[in-house]
């Protein structure tokens, strides 16, 4: 293979750029061109490309986003699209596609490939941890950890003066985020999408711990809650506590953006450079995951089809603690 195509596509995620560099340089280590085409599978669909050499990718390992930007396409969602973007592709003799991504964009990926038989390999690039098959996505832990600073900064307000704090984050289907911050920044409560969430059983442990000694706290609400976000969930647990202030803080972009921390810079460099390889080696439709600590090759149909599950001890650890 001598020229391969890189897309970033979906939300951005911190540590697109790292993988973006690991792509690129690995592939020069193998005599292999690269096209770049920005704003996904739109800039895909509008030519927008550029030329990457290993020169192009320097002092971008620590950058937040994606240099190639991002972008939602409609029309790559169509038959005619993908046909487009296929012949696109071909023109440019480029053998071989990295998308850069989450579970839409490998939708997308897997079905160019079955139609027009265009080899691609997908990195899991999306703050929602939500792929099967991979323990981590790029971005996630970057996420997590921003939430954990921001929710600190928010208990110190909280503590200050009596107040209980409904905090959003991101995850309209996924709890991950919510859950880990939850545990990571002592929560004392954390609602997800996944479990039904029971207000009634909320207020009674508040009412209880209140009456106790507690005096303040924090419930971290993921945005795709049955219950609805931290704003209908706090105005709903207000009506319970008259004499105490509640305040919602909805984190956000803020979660998107910032620098990769370590883990993500090292995760994204280890599967940019094995999606390279895997091409290399001739797979196909296939998710480069890491289990265990080891890289894996996730079937695409498998890392789209089936949903990333919360782990049971996580639930039962974060309500253990809170
Ligand atoms: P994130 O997890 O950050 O939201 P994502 O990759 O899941 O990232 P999507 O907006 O779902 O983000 O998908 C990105 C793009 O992939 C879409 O704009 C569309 O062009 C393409 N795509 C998504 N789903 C499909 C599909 N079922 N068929 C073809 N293309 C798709």
Redesign the pocket.
Known sequence: MKKIGLIT?????PGMNACIRAVVRTASLNDMEVTGFYR???GLLENDNVGLTRYDVRNIIHRGGTFLKT????????KD??SKASSIIKSHGIEGLIVI?????????N??SMEHGIPVIGCP????N?LFGTDYTIGYQTAVDTAIGAVDNIRDTAASHNRLFFVEVMGRDAGLIALRTGIAAGAEGVLIPETPTDLNRLVNYLKTDFKKKRRSGIIIVAEGDSEGGAYEVAKKVQNEFPNWETKVTVLGHIQRGGKPNGFDRILASRMGHGAVLALREGRNREMIGISGGQLVHVPLDHAIKHNATISPYLLELVEALS
């Open positions: 596509s979906g939300g951005d995620a996904g599978y739109e972008a939602r396409s409609s029309e790559f969602r169509t699209g993908r991504g989450g579970d839409g964009s490998f939708m997308g990926a079905l160019i690039g999306t703050i929602d939500d």
